[in-house]
């Protein structure tokens, strides 16, 4: 039996029914959900932010917070390590996806079936485990001190923004891999081959048939690690400890530490105006960039 | 489709005319040996034809050509020379594949520019190309389309242009007109031919499954089955005078009938009758041999060779008659243009055939007439 949406493709009329709702009630759980877990607790932080604790205008609480030199740093902070893990991310991921793709080798399925468990890992777990290898007191400093007698090891960047940035791009790589495996699995060998007998060679192939064809795949996965990386808390936490303090990071600080809730709130009011600015940035240049490389994938015709 | 215009052929057509050659190549996956010591030569500017069944090697015999596959023994040559371990990029020869592989998101043009501009043709020359190629191929009018605004004609028209661009000495076509219709494959065929009227130059190693567009298009015909050449020659020859029992069946239709040699020279014996043959060259008296009569060179009614039957199913073909008739345990087809007065299922009917259209053959292990 034909469901109501395929009755609706196929252009049959509904059959009248004695007692039906109106359309509109079918919205109302839905609305009523994402008002109440999101919307109400969204409208409290706006209007907590612009509530100072001492009174006064109603965006003295933003000029106090914007012009602290805590803030800035936490803004840089957080702009950088995003942008920063969001391009190592698509870098070391359309590599890596393109060997596990299309370079023959044992265990290349194996490789691609982890990546999918990799995805269910907990962050912590990622850092940990850099702590343990490039640790001031990990695997590879101990390494040094043992085979040189120092007293201390050469690695001592993880509680640094380059520690954090290696973190993430470590923990978010595969999720851009998955999309890209997928993407790479639709180019069709016959277009691989036909450019290799025209007289590519394999870096103008990658350049100029799989690039183009896995770019909706790529930008889905960039955007996805755009918008994780720029509200990661445990991550830098872990990893940065005080040293490295984003916009989520502070927003816990305050909050928690300081009992500042209002502050708390102009973090997070500006930390969720920069996700949505930096993402539909993002996703400008993204449509740019989609335009400029032709039309999208096409289903042929007969 | 509208006939091209007359376009300068020269630029667009191989500077040099380039055979191939396989020298006892054998290709192999594991202990699975898909093409066994073939041994073939395309004459620079012929069109030969693989002909084959799926599983027969012709695909993986053209992929050596192309460098997709490395062959565990022999050469492979092109113009002469030892292309086996150079890599695919480097071999010069166009290829188009059964699902076009045009690029969807490059437009016509620039998908036959993809060719000279991956090997680094002087930019001045690369659009002139296009043009030619685009021309040659009827498709000048579509540049600026995309790949999926065509029809599957147009595009294996704009993945042949793409694959002239380079001005192969040899183009590697693999069942290129195997996902088209009835009609557009008909069409596409005289395309085909007319294209290599007009590239002399080119040689052709077309695969393919089709025997009719093996016999329409092919100078020679090497028929493939199971990993091993089976026959080489024109289309004629393969037809008329096929060498071995597959290449009959698989060329055209045959009856294969299970005969002795004998006893007079040029004559068999089928069940108890004795019948004439062109010849019983290669066939020792006495030997057992399989004939091979073409359904449409057998008549119906008394003649030379009569072979006296029941019938046991008769199809209406619209042009044709096909008639099984039930010969001494074995159906002989026979193709009679469209009779007014059919016999009906279970008559007694009388068929036969001029000796000259009988070719013995010799008999195969296993083989089922």
Redesign the interface.
């Known amino acids: 039996m034909a469901s109501v949406t395929q009755r609706a493709r196929l252009g049959v009329p509904r059959a009248p029914r004695a007692r039906t709702l109106p359309r509109f009630l079918w919205a109302l759980p839905p609305v009523a959900a994402l008002g109440l877990v999101f919307l109400h607790p969204l409208v409290l932080l706006v209007r907590q932010s612009f509530t100072p604790d001492e009174g006064g205008p109603a965006t003295a609480a933003y000029a106090e917070v914007l012009a602290a030199a805590s803030f800035q740093d936490a803004l840089v902070n957080t702009v950088f390590i995003a942008a920063g893990a969001t391009a190592g991310c698509l870098a070391l991921g359309f590599a890596l996806a393109l060997v596990v793709a299309f370079v023959p080798f044992p265990g290349a399925r194996a490789l691609g079936r982890f990546i999918d468990i990799f995805l269910a890992f907990p962050s912590f777990l990622i850092t940990l485990a850099l702590l343990f290898v490039y640790g001031t007191t990990g695997v590879a400093n101990g390494v040094w001190t043992a085979a040189t007698g120092a007293a201390s090891g050469p690695l001592d960047f993880l509680h640094t923004p380059w520690g954090v940035l290696l973190a993430e791009i470590t923990y978010f790589t595969p999720f851009v891999m998955r999309p890209l495996l997928a993407a790479f699995s639709q180019v069709e060998t016959g277009q691989l081959e036909a450019a290799a007998s025209l007289g590519a060679r394999p870096w103008r192939i990658v350049r100029t048939v799989i690039l183009p064809e896995a770019l909706p795949s790529l930008a889905a996965g960039g955007a996805l690690v755009l918008v994780m990386c720029l509200n990661e808390f445990g991550i830098v936490l872990f990893t940065g400890a005080k040293d490295v303090v984003t916009l989520p990071v502070l927003v816990y600080t305050k909050a928690i530490l300081d009992g500042d809730y209002t502050g708390a709130c102009v973090v997070a009011v500006v930390n969720i105006a920069l996700s949505v600015a930096l993402y539909a940035g993002y996703r400008a240049l993204v449509a740019r960039t989609g335009r400029k490389g032709g039309a999208p994938r096409a289903r042929t015709q007969q | 489709m509208a006939a091209p215009p007359e376009t300068a052929v020269g630029p667009v057509a191989a500077k040099t005319a380039a055979g191939i050659r396989f020298d006892h190549v054998s290709v192999a996956y594991g202990d699975h040996t898909v093409l066994d010591g073939l041994d073939l030569t395309v004459e620079p500017g012929e069109v030969m034809a693989l002909l084959g069944p799926s599983g027969s090697g012709k695909t993986t015999a053209l992929r050596a050509v192309?460098?997709?596959v490395t062959p565990v023994s022999g050469r492979v040559l092109i113009g002469g020379r030892d292309v086996t371990a150079l890599?695919?990029?480097?071999?010069?020869?166009?290829?188009v594949?059964?699902?076009?592989?045009?690029?969807?998101?490059?437009?016509v043009a620039?998908n036959v520019a993809?060719?000279p501009k991956?090997?680094k043709v002087p930019r001045a020359e690369i659009e002139p190309r296009v043009t030619e190629a685009l021309e040659l191929t009827g498709m000048a009018g579509y540049a600026r389309r995309?790949?999926?605004?065509?029809?599957?004609g147009q595009?294996q028209r704009v993945?042949i242009a793409?694959?002239l661009a380079?001005r192969p000495g040899v183009l590697?076509l693999d069942e290129p007109l195997s996902?088209l219709?009835a009609q557009l494959r008909s069409g596409m065929l005289a395309e085909l031919a007319r294209l290599h009227r007009e590239l002399p130059d080119v040689s052709i190693l077309y695969v393919t499954h089709d025997q009719v567009e093996a016999l329409t298009l092919a100078d020679r015909i090497a028929v493939m089955d199971r990993a091993r050449l089976r026959d080489c020659g024109t289309p004629r020859e393969l037809y008329r005078a096929p060498r071995t029992e597959f290449t009959a069946s698989f060329v055209g239709n045959a009856n294969l009938l299970p005969v002795t040699a004998g006893p007079g020279d040029a004559t068999v014996t089928f069940g108890n009758r004795e019948l004439a043959v062109r010849g019983t060259e290669g066939v020792a008296p006495g030997a057992a041999a399989t004939l091979c009569v073409r359904p449409h060179l057998v008549g119906l009614g008394e003649g030379p060779n009569a072979l006296r039957g029941r019938l046991a199913e008769l199809q209406w073909r619209g042009a044709t008659h096909r008639l099984y008739v039930e010969v001494a345990g074995h159906r002989v087809m026979a193709d009679e243009r469209e009779l007014r007065t059919a016999p009906a299922v279970g008559d007694e009917v009388t068929l036969h055939f001029a000796p000259e259209d009988g070719v013995l053959l010799p008999a195969e292990a296993g083989a089922d007439g």
């Open positions: 192309a460098g997709f890599p695919p990029y480097k071999r010069g020869i166009g290829m594949v059964q699902s076009y592989a045009l690029f969807p998101h490059l437009r620039d993809f060719g991956a090997r995309y790949p999926r605004e065509l029809s599957g595009q993945a793409r694959a380079i590697l996902a219709d």
